[in-house]
């Protein structure tokens, strides 16, 4: 799509470019409903990025609801041209969009041990994750004033809201 889509492509072509557009806008569109029929909560899609909410109490039942998504979508002949990798997964996440959301992300040391990956390099890992870490970015922070300490008021509120 990169290539079709740049102006600088042999094949360039407005026309393609549209309907190229088009037909990856319905195909996610019916993705969001195809996870809609499954029962499950879909936070954010895009080309690049899906964001689900599992509603599950551990981090082992939200990984293993994900694969079962992940092989119900895979058997539909419609969605086999998707590659799903599953890279991240939030306790708590705060979502408003691709700029601004934040949250606390799990370990990637007890994701890997739950999808049973362990690399050769999980001994230098682990000693850096030992805490699920704060994730914030905010674009909003970088427009509030920095008089009377509005984006620490800001992102101390933040913090507090996650750690709920």
Partial sequence: MRYITSTASLLFDPAIQELLVS?????????????????????????????LVTKKKNIAEAIGYVDFIEK??????????????????????????QNNYGGIQVQNS??????????????????????????????WAEHLPTEAGMRASFTQVVQALESL
């Fill in 23 to 51: 037909a990856v806008y319905r195909l996610y569109k019916l993705l969001c409903n195809e996870l809609k029929r499954i029962g499950c909560e879909a936070i954010h899609v895009s080309p690049r990025k899906l964001i």
């Fill in 72 to 97: 119900t979508l895979r058997k539909k002949e419609l969605f086999q041209a998707i590659d799903f990798k599953f890279t991240a997964a939030w306790e708590t996440l705060l979502w408003h969009n």
């Fill in 110 to 139: 007890i994701i890997r041990d739950i999808m049973g990956q362990e690399d050769e390099d999980s001994d230098v890992e682990e000693a850096e994750d030992e805490e699920d870490e704060m994730v914030m970015k905010f674009e």
